[in-house]
Each structure stands twice: as structure tokens, then as C-alpha cells.
């Protein structure tokens, strides 16, 4: 018997690779400003273009990112970036425990790669409702082409950054809320979802007007609450597809 591939596997594979590149194109065009915004606050911040590129290379995390430059610039010990950056990722331990059924069998190397490349972006297209997500190398498609857009957007920003000095004041910066709320509103199927919502904003809006220390966090963890006992007094299920 061959050993060599055959080639309608590697067809197939080709073709999950650019289903999630195609599938992912539309949020990665959307994230080039933000990714613009990042390299250039990050030279503007006195970091090297290394330095600036490798935040984006290696922590691969857009809200995190700005966080550490905000925080750098401003003096912050290695604890308090530490412990910021936990905060604000800290949802990509939900991301990974939704979609482990579909990656939990997956080689080691698979694992690893998928959970490097885990955005919000990539588990948006890759949400256990949709079939053709089940499929890793469609997984790989998206994440690997979101994961290159991304530091490429961060690379002009890096090299453009004296003709952006005023980039952060310009409204772009707006591309990171414009984002998450084209993310997060087609995922508001259920009343429970709507629930989650209308007590987060608020007190987020609260939180923010006050000043008050891990607000923004107070607020999304009420919104969790809210929701999840609303279900549980309905008799909603928060599972996709089930209740």
C-alpha cells in the first residue's frame, strides 16, 4: 500500500484551510485599524519596533495589548501587567471549555496551535453550531489568517507610527467596541442572552462614569449572573440547541 497522501484528503484539507480564511476575512479587514492603533501607541509608548511587534507576535491579544502599553507607560510593575492581562483574557478559559469536545481528541500539536490562535474572532466562526467548524484544519484556516492580518496591521502601525501620532484620537480606536458588538449581538438568540445584556451596559456605563477598580469586570460577572438565573427560573437551557 502507498504511503503518500492521497490527494483527495490534501484537496479537502485545502479546502477547509480557505473556507476559514474566506470565513474570517470580513473580521480581519475590520481588526486593521485597531491592529494600526496597537503598533503605533506601542512606539509611541517607547518601546522598540521589536518590542512593539512582539507584543502582537507572542501575547496575540488586542484589548490585552493596549492594556500593557497603557500600563507600561505609566510605570506599572510586572505584577500589576500580570495580573491586568489575566483579567482581561481570562474569557478565553470559557472559549477553550466550549469548544473542547471538538479538539480534546486532537494531537497535542493540534491542541497547542488551536489554543494560541483562540480569539474572539476565531470562536465566533468556529461556535459548535456550525458543522463545518468540527473540522481543524478549518479552525487553522481562520485563526492562521486572522493571526497574520493581525500582525501585519501592528507592523504598518509600527512603521507609520510618526505620521500616526494622532491616531488614537482620530476614532478609529472605535474599530475594537465596532467589533465585539458585530461579534456579540448574532449570538443573542435566547432571553436569557438579552438579560445578560441589559444588566452588563448599564452597569458598565456606571462603573466607568464612577471610576470605580474592576468595574468593567463587576459588571460582566453580574451580567453572567443575571442571565444564568433567569434560565434557570424559565427553565431555559443555555446550551446551543437544546430547550
Given at each position: 500500500m502507498s504511503q503518500h497522501p492521497q490527494p483527495g484528503r490534501?484537496?479537502?484539507?485545502?479546502?477547509?484551510?480557505?473556507?476559514?480564511?474566506?470565513?474570517?476575512?470580513?473580521?480581519?479587514?475590520?481588526?486593521?485599524?485597531?491592529?494600526?492603533?496597537?503598533?503605533?501607541?506601542?512606539?509611541?509608548?517607547?518601546?522598540?519596533?521589536?518590542?512593539?511587534?512582539?507584543?502582537?507576535?507572542?501575547?496575540?491579544?488586542?484589548?490585552?495589548?493596549?492594556a500593557i502599553i497603557g500600563l507600561l507607560k505609566a510605570g506599572a510593575g510586572l505584577g500589576a501587567i500580570l495580573a491586568t492581562t489575566a483579567l482581561i483574557t481570562?474569557?478565553?478559559?470559557?472559549?477553550?471549555?466550549t469548544m473542547r469536545s471538538k479538539v480534546s481528541a486532537l494531537p497535542l500539536r493540534w491542541r497547542l496551535t488551536l489554543g494560541f490562535l483562540l480569539t474572539d474572532e476565531l470562536f465566533a466562526i468556529a461556535h459548535p453550531g456550525k458543522e463545518e467548524a468540527q473540522d481543524p484544519w478549518y479552525?487553522?484556516?481562520?485563526?492562521?489568517?486572522?493571526?497574520?492580518?493581525?500582525?501585519?496591521?501592528?507592523?504598518?502601525?509600527?512603521?507609520?507610527?510618526?505620521q500616526l501620532q494622532a491616531f488614537d484620537t482620530s476614532g478609529l480606536d472605535f474599530a475594537i467596541a465596532a467589533i465585539f458588538i458585530a461579534l456579540v449581538v448574532p449570538g443573542l438568540r435566547r432571553r436569557s442572552h438579552w438579560v445578560c445584556?441589559?444588566?452588563?451596559?448599564?452597569?458598565?456605563?456606571?462603573?466607568?462614569?464612577?471610576?470605580?477598580?474592576?468595574?468593567?469586570?463587576?459588571?460582566?460577572?453580574?451580567?453572567?449572573v443575571a442571565g444564568a438565573l433567569f434560565a434557570n427560573l424559565t427553565g431555559e437551557s443555555l446550551m446551543e440547541g437544546k430547550g
Open positions: 490534501e484537496a479537502r484539507r485545502g479546502a477547509q484551510l480557505l473556507k476559514g480564511t474566506l470565513a474570517m476575512s470580513p473580521l480581519t479587514l475590520a481588526v486593521l485599524p485597531w491592529g494600526l492603533l496597537v503598533g503605533s501607541l506601542a512606539m509611541d509608548a517607547g518601546l522598540s519596533p521589536l518590542q512593539s511587534q512582539g507584543l502582537s507576535a507572542i501575547i496575540f491579544a488586542g484589548a490585552a495589548q493596549i481570562s474569557r478565553h478559559l470559557l472559549y477553550s471549555m479552525m487553522l484556516g481562520g485563526g492562521l489568517s486572522f493571526y497574520l492580518g493581525w500582525n501585519l496591521a501592528t507592523l504598518a502601525g509600527v512603521l507609520l507610527s510618526h445584556v441589559l444588566v452588563t451596559m448599564p452597569l458598565a456605563v456606571l462603573a466607568e462614569a464612577m471610576a470605580w477598580p474592576m468595574g468593567l469586570l463587576l459588571a460582566s460577572v453580574s451580567g453572567m
